[in-house]
């Protein structure tokens, strides 16, 4: 029984083209979030969602947006692929906030590389 | 703003020896605290937390972690190193509500033979 899973696994494609990630939970979370892991293994999240709705965007590009069709799942579409989105995107989610607890569960991740 | 600092970028240990993996957090009030690991390849794990209580929290693989409020660190410890242990391990900072994890840039561990 995977948590969290991702698909694809290994995305390769041309510079320019468009892409999407999916991505589903079976926790019962209310949140879920995408990361994005460079090659120098820094995480940095990209955006949280909380039962749909997006709450945090850090200063993302406008070529990617994310979309949750659910609570369970969070898919992340990316237009115009640059050399530099290259990269482990990763996605999480945490149990609902009244509980207070912000532990992430994370995803296998998606290697993004883009020529 | 909240930040995390691991200083160490890798760490090499001979197999059985002891670790410690350093943190420091800067947030105004008590985070929540938390270290992961990731094995090549994969996603990351939690190995502890921190929300309140106790400051010496336990983990998983025998692993376990110390909060000292006055040194602003969450530092890991594991008394005895396995090959196996050998991944990237990532301390990070949270607060309830905050929907948002702040994560170190990550401590590399090779243990060596």
């Known amino acids: 029984d995977t948590a969290v899973s991702q698909t694809p696994k290994y995305l390769v494609t041309q510079m320019g083209n468009d892409k999407s990630i999916k991505c589903e939970q079976n926790l019962g979370h209310d949140t879920m979030y995408w990361y994005k892991q460079d090659s120098k293994k820094f995480l940095k999240i990209m955006f949280s969602y909380n039962n749909k709705e997006l709450i945090i965007n850090e200063t993302v590009p406008n070529r990617f947006s994310p979309k949750s069709p659910d609570k369970a799942h969070l898919n992340l579409h990316i237009n115009s692929l640059e050399l530099g989105d290259s990269a482990v995107y990763f996605c999480?989610?945490?149990?609902?906030?009244?509980?207070?607890?912000?532990?992430?569960?994370f995803g296998p991740g998606t290697r993004l590389l883009v020529l | 703003a909240q930040s995390v600092t691991q200083p160490d970028i890798h760490i090499t240990v001979s197999e059985g020896a002891s670790l410690e993996l350093r943190c420091n957090y800067s947030y105004g009030a008590t985070p929540y605290l938390f270290w992961y690991v990731q094995s090549p390849g994969q996603g990351l794990q939690l190995l502890l937390k921190?929300?309140?209580?106790?400051?010496l929290v336990q983990g998983i693989k025998g692993f376990e972690a110390e909060f000292k409020r006055s040194q602003s660190s969450f530092n890991l410890r594991k008394p005895s190193v396995h090959w196996s242990d050998a991944a990237e391990y990532f301390c990070?900072?949270?607060?309830?509500?905050?929907?948002?994890?702040?994560f170190g840039a990550g401590t590399r561990l090779f243990v060596k033979a």
């Open positions: 999480a989610s945490s149990p609902p906030s009244e509980t207070g607890d912000e532990t992430q569960y």
């Open positions: 990070a900072v949270g607060y309830t509500g905050g929907f948002k994890t702040i």
């Open positions: 921190y929300f309140s209580g106790d400051t």
